[in-house]
């Protein structure tokens, strides 16, 4: 299924399965799927939205979930987007020095865009990904990675990545670590976000303040059709404080950048498990 997409994708405007999605698919998966009620709740009590415009905004993020899973195979069919960057000088300052820096995202927007995107010329970029998915996705990402300096590093059980992680710390290079759900780990931080305790992974802050990184946010979302905006945003702690409490500064300057992106942003949430604590 995934290789006629892509074949089809080569001919077909990405905006024909947005349509067909929009009509056909989400109201099934709305009725089939508990996603509907996670989204729902989101809206509610999260983002304080009234019934009638949660329901619809429901509605709309599992449109542009469709829709930006529909432009990662479209990349892989050699379509392009338009992309804008806010906070490229910032990155490229992070490229220019020796040492290594870790870059944060999140599952909102179309992080994978930025990989396609934001080329690593001067240090290699090392991405951690779910090594789980099916065979046709991860030979398609290797595929466009294949003249890039980027390299992925699996999530291993055993959490053998992690020696994976602090060699390429150790050789100057980016890493790129998703900060909004658990691996495996049970150390985790809990954080007020959006007005509700949410439990956020231990470990992509102990990476980076164990070694007095530097770090960046990177949110990619989806503003039209065929364009995304990508945000670069330094996060800031005090590198002179202890561990802990440079952890706790680092992942609360995190949570804010999450929170103003989704303030700009709420449909495109796409964390469809229970989040906060409650």
Known sequence: MHRWLIRMLRYIDVRVFYVFTALFVIPVCLILNPSRKIIF???RKRMQFGCLRSAWYTYLNHCLFAQ???????????????????GYDAYLRLLE????FVQLSSHIGNYEIAGY??????????????WGEKESVMKNRMFLFKDTHIRMIPVSPDMSHLFDINAALSKGEVVSIPADRIWGSPKKLVK????????????????ATMRSLDVV?????????KQYTIYITPLLYNKEANGKARIEELSDAYVKELEKMLGLYPTQW???FDFWHE
Do not use: Q, W
């Open 192 to 207: 007020c976000f959006l007005g509700g305790e949410a439990s956020f992974p231990y470990g992509p802050f102990s990476i």
């Open 217 to 225: 946010a990177v949110n990619v979302m989806k503003t039209a059709a």
């Open 117 to 130: 995107s934001l080329k690593a010329d001067k240090k290699a970029f090392n991405a951690l990904v779910y």
């Open 68 to 86: 930006v899973v529909i432009d990662k195979f479209a990349m892989y069919a050699g379509k392009r987007f338009e992309v804008k960057v806010v």
């Open 97 to 100: 020095k020796p040492d290594a």
């Open 270 to 272: 796409y964390n469809y």
């Open 41 to 43: 709740h989101y809206m």
